[in-house]
């Protein structure tokens, strides 16, 4: 096997391992995704069940708890998986043959935001599409999870028992002192 054979046995490989980390992220990133959507819509309907937010909820409160700890392992394989793949887009870049220009060029350019012509077609990813990017929506839906589990804490912990005492009767603005 040549040298230019063996570059390009290189480049094969280092593409089946960005698409094998693209399909890892994926799957990962949607086990996570599926798992907290339906953990997190049992709960938010059990704590609207019979009027259950702000009142102490102990089922709700733990679940809460344990979804919003379940976050931290969901943003880090997120974290972990992407960078896998920002790495083997990297390698795939550095090992394409220099004059295909398929990842190295026409891709990263197209990648960062800017045009890009093949047979003659100008393409660009949208205005949306760049402001949106995997790596801003990702994090900000894992963090829309996090605030709705955080909500669920704090509208259902142990302070919002209602303290009952006998021995002093409550008087509100209706309550007549000279009665």
């Known amino acids: 096997?040549?040298?230019?054979?063996l570059n390009l046995?290189?480049?094969?490989?280092?593409?089946?391992?960005?698409?094998?980390?693209?399909?890892?992220?994926?799957t990962i990133f949607s086990t996570f995704l599926l798992v907290h959507t339906i953990f997190?819509?049992?709960l938010v309907?059990?704590?609207?069940k019979e009027n259950l937010l702000f009142n102490y909820n102990l089922p709700c409160?733990?679940?809460?708890?344990?979804?919003?700890s379940l976050i931290l392992p969901w943003y880090g394989t997120y974290k972990r998986n992407s960078d896998f793949y920002q790495v083997r887009m990297a390698q795939s870049r550095e090992s394409e043959p220099k004059n295909?220009?398929?990842i190295?060029?026409?891709?990263q350019k197209f990648a960062d935001g800017g045009k890009v012509v093949v047979d003659g077609k100008t393409y660009k990813i949208s205005y949306w599409g760049r402001i949106l990017r995997n790596k801003i929506s990702i994090p900000i839906l894992i963090i829309v999870f996090a605030i709705v589990y955080l909500l669920i804490v704090i509208s259902s912990g142990p302070w919002n028992e209602e303290v009952k005492d006998n021995n002093k009767i409550k008087c509100y603005s209706s309550c007549n002192v000279n009665q």
Not at 17 to 26: K, S
Not at 45 to 48: R, S
Not at 104 to 107: C, E, F, I, L, V
Request: aromatic fraction near 20%.
């Open 104 to 107: 190295s060029n026409t891709g």
């Open 9 to 26: 046995e290189k480049y094969k490989s280092t593409l089946d391992l960005l698409i094998f980390e693209a399909q890892f992220l994926w």
């Open 100 to 102: 295909w220009k398929l």
């Open 1 to 5: 096997m040549n040298k230019k054979q």
């Open 40 to 42: 997190l819509g049992f």
């Open 61 to 68: 409160f733990i679940s809460g708890l344990i979804g919003f």
């Open 45 to 48: 309907q059990n704590a609207f």
